[in-house]
């Protein structure tokens, strides 16, 4: 394997080149070494983290972020094999949904490909998601987090009710709930008594690794 | 003034007599609403079999779908009539009623484009109607879903006129009908597809995308000449280009793939001496100069929850855009008291309303606006609103 491998891999990510980017993961994959496979999957999780901060810092837009986080997924899904267990050591684990009556699930699925190749556990029950499949996931995964997501106005009132229902079983003390979607607003996190309000999927991200960090 | 000299006397950055106020009414459960009317139990009535066939016929019938969207409408424009506003959106859509095992209600709208709109009912029983999901997620896919829709698409034209003529001719003397087509060249390519699917074949397949926006630029002008065949002055077009926190594209991206296409827009409408206003959702500040570039005359919308201020916009773009919007609709009109809302228009009119150019709207509609702050809006826009402008 040529030695700027992996920086031809980073490279190919931040260019949002993808043949560049997996034929440098073919290289690792094909050098069978397990530094080597390390190496690439931090390279891409910080590839991840500098195409997030530029998303956030307005010099990238949401199709580079969805495109980046594509590529990633790809790179993953061939290391993935190759990956030893304590390379893929869980930051926490995460339960994510789109609420009852709401089938969008762009923001969602754009946060499920960041957290899981930052080393996140993530519980995706997909979209229209009722009460009780929220309550029931966090009592059976115990998670660090709740995410929520809620595109429209009309089924904003379901993230409340999720929380209510988790305090009613008495678990709402054991996560922290996060919501995201284009309807909220940090008033929708105050309303719903959730922890906090993300605008985009990086910066939920953030919040979780906060709260990870200081678990 | 009348309400029409007073809108396009603000259109002409001209100062009326008024700010005008225009309203955005369309959802079935404000009309019923304002209108005091039972909604029909539309998802109950799906629920049961035989019946669902039976409506599933009917509703698929072009005359049948062409009236009963023509009532729904109608009514739209009565409940602005009734809340005094002088103008009012109407948006064509042909959508037809499919089985869907992917639906929550188990059927779903597939409209002519390859999109899927989910409905649902609202808490007093009245119909809404979201985008879900694409229908065209390959190449394969796309390329036979157009052949095979071309008379579907000229069907959709020749209803999009008929409706917006014969709106215009039954209400245009009580309020202004301002035709809108809708979507636009950009939700129409990446929609249908799917916005992922779409982000990959941008960078992977770029021809192709470029051979699907010079088809949906080509239909969408058509749609264009077709809703301006009511002879109304002003004509909105809009893509939601922007999301929570920027654009959905970095605004090259969308200069290299649409600039050409929303340019041939804009001068279709001044060929027609029209005026044309572009509804955008989102944070759009990056894009504001671009609208200028294109011709654009006034954009509609500006959500507060996306971060819009519409007195940065005014600052932005000075009067080379009119303004359109902004009023809240996430919280002010659908629980705020009525100081608030009179707060919130008052402080509209300052920031976009001295030399004409702004009308008042909130940025958007949904089902749970509720009538009542509607009123309170319009009352205080004629309370506050009256030029010289004093607040």
Known sequence: MPDDTIEQLRNGMLALEIDAALKATDAVVNSQSKVAVKEAVEAVTQALQVVGKKFQDGEWFLAELVYAGEIAKEIMARLSPLMQAEDSQSQGTIVVGTVAGDLHDLGKNIFINYARTAGFKVIDLGIDVPTAKFVGAVKEHQPLALGMSCLLTSTEKELGKVVDELKKQGVRETVKVVIGGAALSERSASNAAADAFAPDAITGLDMIKKWSAAR | MNFKERFLTAMNHEEPDQVPVMGLIMDP??????????????????????????????????????????????????????????????????????????????WAWHDPYGRVWDLGADEDGSMNVNYSRALLDTEEKWEKWVAEKAPLFETMLRNVAAFHRKLVKNYGDRIYPIGYAAPGPFENSWQPIGFVNFTRLIYQKPEFVKKVIAFQTDLYLRNLEAVMKSDVEVVLGGDDLGQKTGPLMRPELIEKLYGECYRRVADLVHQHKKKFVFHCCGNIYALLNKFVEWGFDGIITMEPTAGMDLGKVREQVGHKLVLIGNLDVSYLVVKGTQQEVEDAVKKAIRDAARGGGYILSTSHSHPAVDPLRLKWMVEAAHKYGKYPIAV
Not at chain 2, 63 to 77: D, E, H, K
Request: glycine fraction near 6%; charge should be positive.
């Open chain 2, 29 to 106: 459960a404000t009309v019923n609403k304002i209108l005091e009317k039972k909604p029909a139990d539309f998802v109950g009535m799906l629920q049961k079999p035989v019946m669902a066939n039976q409506i599933k016929n009917l509703l698929n019938s072009n005359r049948f779908w062409t009236n009963m969207y023509y009532g729904n409408t109608s009514g739209a424009l009565e409940a602005a009539i009734k809340l005094g506003f002088d103008a009012n959106w109407t948006i064509y859509a042909l959508m037809k009623l499919t089985k869907d095992t992917q639906a929550s209600v188990g």
